[in-house]
């Protein structure tokens, strides 16, 4: 378990159940990455989108870096949930180049911070094999200890934080300070980050795919081409590449060529370029979060109700923890492979640009992403882009 976790208090076996882990030893990579560190967000008002987090979300408060301790570009949240961290930074300073990453992109994650054993050895490797450097490994210092990093670019503007802070027991990193705030809501509605899924350019996902082989080396988890993801009008083509033990997962998607302009046509279009397009956030009880979510104002991408009528879904997920009847009330899907089943729902997007948005998933064995959900998850994305105007 990392520092990162021990800290969000889930031990191993909450952590295989949530995510499902395989055995894997890290210490046997040339590019050793064993955790999420943070998810970094750029948003137009970090002090609102705290707010929502931790009343809507129920995640805790926990640092904070702003002009009322020296930082006077930005002001910068440091939220928890379980294991998942959220770092949203909104800038202050009418010259701070993060208010130029949201013109461009709107609310979204412009760092997907990862927890490494060796920043120094990441980056050797990274650079040897064609990796852009954007920060070069250094160390960050105050009165609770030394935190090292260093910084690779990935898709578009987005990039990966490399961070070592087995010498360091402040709130977050040099420059924080520590603020708490409990969640507004009482539970926490999800305890771990499941899959960051990355949308690229037509023709560029299997770059992006070999970048995270050569460079860091994830291996494929997944795959789903041609009609696995696909309508009478749109289509995708995704790879899923991860780590060793399977805790970090990236699907990577590119738009298909189809009739009308897909879901990723619609991202990049309103991202301007790649970018993060979800986050799959594990829950425990995927039922009580999407009651508590539902009730504070989320919208959820609504499922017909012949999704749950259909006798080849009824013969395939065979016994499920609650009633079928129960996940139809919320509009949760259920899927079922080799080794277990699976409970996911998806928001609609969490900004006025319809970017980004957050999948609830609650694993049972499943190691899968849902494939037997594709279809009815797409159709509901087309008739969302068809009511904005973007089909």
Same mark, same amino acid.
């Given at each position: ?13 909450? !952590?295989? !159940? ?30 609102? *989108? ?18 009322? #301790? ?23 300073? %009418?010259? /701070? ?12 994650? %412009?760092?997907? /911070? ?16 064609? *990796? ?20 690779? *670019? ?11 802070? %087995? ?7 040099? &420059? ?6 409990? %969640? ?18 037509? &023709? ?22 041609? =009609? ?6 749109? *289509?995708?083509? =995704? ?25 990723? @046509? ?9 970018? /993060? ?7 425990? @009880?995927?039922? #009580? ?7 504070? &104002? ?32 919320? &509009? ?6 080799? @080794? ?52």
């Amino acid at each position: 378990m990392t520092i990162d976790q021990s800290r969000g208090h889930l031990d191993d076996e909450v !952590q295989r !159940q949530l995510l499902g882990l395989v055995e894997h030893d890290p210490s046997t990579d040339q590019f050793p990455v064993v955790g999420w560190d943070a998810i970094v967000w750029i948003v137009g008002n970090a002090t609102q *989108a705290a707010s929502y987090y931790r009343t809507v979300y129920g995640m805790e408060l926990e640092a904070y870096s702003g002009p009322e #301790t020296g930082n006077r570009d930005h002001r910068a949240f440091v939220l928890r949930s379980g294991g998942v961290r959220f770092v949203l930074c909104g800038g202050v300073d %009418s010259g /701070s180049p993060l208010l130029d990453h949201h013109r461009r992109h709107g609310d979204g994650v %412009s760092d997907i /911070s990862l927890e490494v054993i060796d920043v120094d050895r990441c980056v050797a490797h990274a650079r040897r094999h064609g *990796a852009t450097i954007l920060e070069e490994p250094h160390d960050l210092t105050d009165e609770h200890g030394t935190v090292r990093i260093a910084s690779i *670019a990935t898709y578009g503007d987005t990039r990966h934080t490399l961070v070592d802070r %087995s010498d360091y027991a402040g709130p977050y990193l040099p &420059g924080y300070v520590s603020r708490t705030m409990p %969640s507004g809501t009482g539970p926490q509605v999800f305890q771990a980050l499941d899959h960051v899924v990355g949308n690229v350019e037509l &023709g560029r996902m299997d770059e992006w795919v070999d970048f995270y082989h050569r460079v860091m080396g994830f291996t494929d988890l997944a795959e789903f081409v041609g =009609s696995d993801i696909a309508t009478e009008y749109s *289509a995708l083509m =995704s790879k899923v590449v991860s780590n060793g033990d399977h805790r970090i997962k990236i699907p990577l998607n590119e738009p298909a060529r189809g009739r009308k302009r897909s879901q990723i @046509d619609e991202f990049l279009d309103f991202y301007c370029g790649p970018g /993060s397009q979800h986050l799959a956030l594990a829950t425990s @009880d995927i039922l #009580t979060a999407v009651d508590r979510l539902t009730a504070a &104002g989320v919208e959820f991408l609504p499922t017909p109700a012949s999704y749950y009528e259909d006798p080849e879904l009824r013969a395939r997920i065979g016994e499920v923890r609650v009633p079928i009847a129960d996940l139809q009330r919320r &509009g949760v899907l259920v899927d079922r492979d080799e @080794d277990g089943y699976l409970l996911q729902i998806f928001t609609k997007p969490i900004g006025d640009r319809p970017t980004v948005f957050f999948e609830l998933i609650e694993r049972h064995g499943s190691l899968g992403f849902g494939k037997g959900n594709f279809q009815a998850l797409f159709l509901a994305i087309e008739r969302e882009q068809a009511r904005r105007g973007n089909l």
